[in-house]
C-alpha cells in the first residue's frame, strides 16, 4: 500500500482521513521507530489496535533493556519524540496535533504551555530534514506493515504487536544485532510481555 504523498498533499481532506485511520496512527508509530534507531538499534515492538477508528491506540514500545540508550542521549530522545508528527507532515502536510500530547511530554517535560502547534513548527525546524532523509525507510516499514495487519499476523488479545526484528533498521546491522533483536523481540513470549506492559503503563497514566 504505497502513500500517496502528493495526492495527500494537494487534498488536505484525504490526508486527515488517512490519518485519522488505523493506518495513520501506524505511519505515526513508525516514524518513531526509524528515528529510534537511526543511531544504532533500539529494540521495541509497534502496538497498533485492531479497530480502524480515529481514536485507534498505537504506540511504539521500546524494550527495557534498550531505555537507557534512550534516556541517556537528550538529542536523540528530542528526535524520537518529534519523528511521529514530522511524519505526517512529510506524507501528509498536516499532524494530528490531539496525538502528540505524549511526545510533547517526552521533549519538553511535563510543563509545557503553549499551543501543541508551536511545538510542531520548532520540530519542523529542527528535524524535519532528517525525517525526509529516511522517508524511504519508513514508507518501506509501512508497506510491510500494511501486510502484517491484514494477515492478523502477529494480532494477540486485540493489538498488532510487531517486533522490530521484522522492520527495516535505517543503518546496517551486524549479525549479532540482529540476533539481540531477535531475541528480545519476536517471540510470543516476548510480544506478550511488552503488550501487558504497555497497556499497564498506559492505565498508569490515566490514573495519574
Excluded at 101 to 114: A, C, E, K, L, T
Aim: glycine share 6%; charged share 25%.
Amino acid at each position: 500500500m504505497p502513500i500517496s504523498r502528493e495526492d495527500f498533499h494537494q487534498n488536505p481532506e484525504a490526508a486527515k482521513q488517512f490519518l485519522e485511520s488505523r493506518e495513520g496512527a501506524l505511519l505515526h508509530e513508525l516514524g518513531h521507530y526509524v528515528a529510534a534507531n537511526v543511531d544504532g538499534l533500539v529494540s521495541a515492538h509497534v502496538i497498533v489496535e485492531d479497530r480502524d477508528h480515529r481514536n485507534c491506540c498505537a504506540a511504539l514500545y521500546i524494550a527495557p533493556v534498550s531505555r537507557p540508550r534512550i534516556e541517556n542521549n537528550l538529542d536523540r530522545r528530542k528526535f524520537i519524540a518529534s519523528a511521529g508528527a514530522l511524519t505526517e507532515i512529510h506524507f501528509c502536510e498536516v499532524p494530528i496535533l490531539r496525538r502528540i500530547g505524549p511526545d510533547i511530554g517526552m521533549y519538553f517535560g511535563p510543563f509545557w504551555q503553549f499551543e501543541r502547534q508551536v511545538a510542531v513548527d520548532g520540530w519542523s525546524a529542527m528535524h524535519l530534514g532528517q525525517i525526509a532523509a529516511h522517508a524511504s525507510c519508513i514508507e518501506m516499514n509501512f508497506d510491510r506493515c500494511i501486510n502484517y495487519l491484514a494477515s492478523n499476523r502477529y494480532l494477540m488479545d486485540g493489538f498488532h504487536v510487531i517486533p522490530s526484528s521484522k522492520l527495516v533498521p535505517p543503518g546496517p546491522r551486524s549479525i549479532m544485532e540482529l540476533l539481540d533483536d531477535w531475541l528480545r523481540t519476536a517471540s510470543k513470549r516476548a510480544r506478550k510481555s511488552a503488550l501487558r506492559d504497555y497497556l499497564d503503563e498506559r492505565a498508569g497514566m490515566r490514573s495519574d
